[in-house]
């Protein structure tokens, strides 16, 4: 945002900036295209084949830029009722099989609720032990944390929130129930499940919560529970 309030003409003419470059991790084709214009980066020309456009990827103003990495498989169910089939979630073939699971509630509250609901229900699940270097699997229970889980939001007190966020690190914690407070500079690549139990702001900001997951390159997965209302 702050880039807006410098006119890139300024950088041009009074310290002969000749070249811009814009990083991040999670931006939508929109808003690295709005990006862009505002720097007065040259556009890449249009897609006359109409079944390019309709592609996942898209030409970028500077390369190719995707929405959402193809590393993420994406779910979404309808559920009268999301308590019991978040529960079911996490203990079924897939999620059940993670060992890091951040799940985004709007609330603050309700990330409190959510995580005492799966400390009680899935106390004693524990997803298999993947293989050591060896190749070999650890004795069950060796090293695995119990699958337990706990609530993180602005509103604890920076010592909670380090706990929680150290813990989460340090996979002694599999499951992380957050507002969207929890992630802003979080630098974990292994994180292998989303779970959005409310909808989210808006589609760019799913783009960025879902891509915190996977993004050492491997598999993750990313749930959805849509409102019936919807």
Request: glycine share 8%.
């Amino acid at each position: 945002p702050h880039l807006l309030f410098l006119p890139p003409q300024v950088l041009r003419d009074r310290l002969g900036v000749r070249c811009f470059l814009g990083l991040t991790a999670t931006a939508t084709p929109a808003t690295a295209r709005d990006v862009a214009a505002h720097l007065g980066v040259p556009q890449g020309e249009e897609e006359e084949d109409e079944e390019e456009e309709e592609e996942e990827e898209e030409e970028g103003p500077t390369g190719r830029c995707s929405a959402l990495p193809p590393n993420l498989h994406l779910s979404v169910s309808m559920d009268r009722d999301r308590d019991q089939a978040l529960v079911s979630l996490l203990r079924g073939e897939h999620f059940g099989r993670l060992a890091s699971v951040i799940v985004y509630c709007t609330r603050r509250e309700e990330t409190a609720r959510v995580a005492a609901l799966l400390r009680t229900s899935l106390r004693g699940t524990e997803p298999p032990e993947p293989p050591n270097d060896t190749g070999t699997k650890k004795k069950r229970g060796e090293s695995s944390p119990p699958w337990v889980a706990d609530a993180y939001h602005a509103g604890l007190s920076a010592a909670e929130r380090r706990r929680v966020q150290r813990a989460f690190m340090a996979g002694r914690l599999r499951v992380v129930v957050a507002t969207v407070a929890f992630g802003m500079g979080l630098d974990k690549a292994d994180v292998r499940g989303v779970v959005h139990y409310n909808m989210p702001q808006n589609f760019e900001s799913y783009v960025q919560e879902v891509g915190r997951a996977g993004r050492d390159g491997k598999p993750a997965r990313c749930h959805l529970f849509l409102h019936p209302e919807v």
